[in-house]
């Protein structure tokens, strides 16, 4: 029975593993790009879209005078 149960445990692993790689596989061909959460928030907050501007535009004038 001892045998019986193994095999069956080994089944599921070999089975769970199948399943994996068939669906990763399935994935990769209809999604290219991984779908991954984005790592930086659609919406910035106000303060730090001035800060870029302010940083953008010392940087221009900084280019501009050089």
Do not use: W
């Amino acid at each position: 029975m001892e045998r019986y149960v193994q095999h069956c445990e080994m089944n599921a692993n070999v089975t769970k593993k199948l399943l994996r790689m068939l669906q990763s596989s399935f994935y990769g061909k209809t999604f290219p790009f991984a779908p991954q959460p984005s790592k930086h928030p659609k919406c910035l907050p106000a303060d730090s879209i001035k800060e870029f501007f302010k940083t953008a535009l010392s940087k221009e004038r900084f280019n501009a005078v050089s």
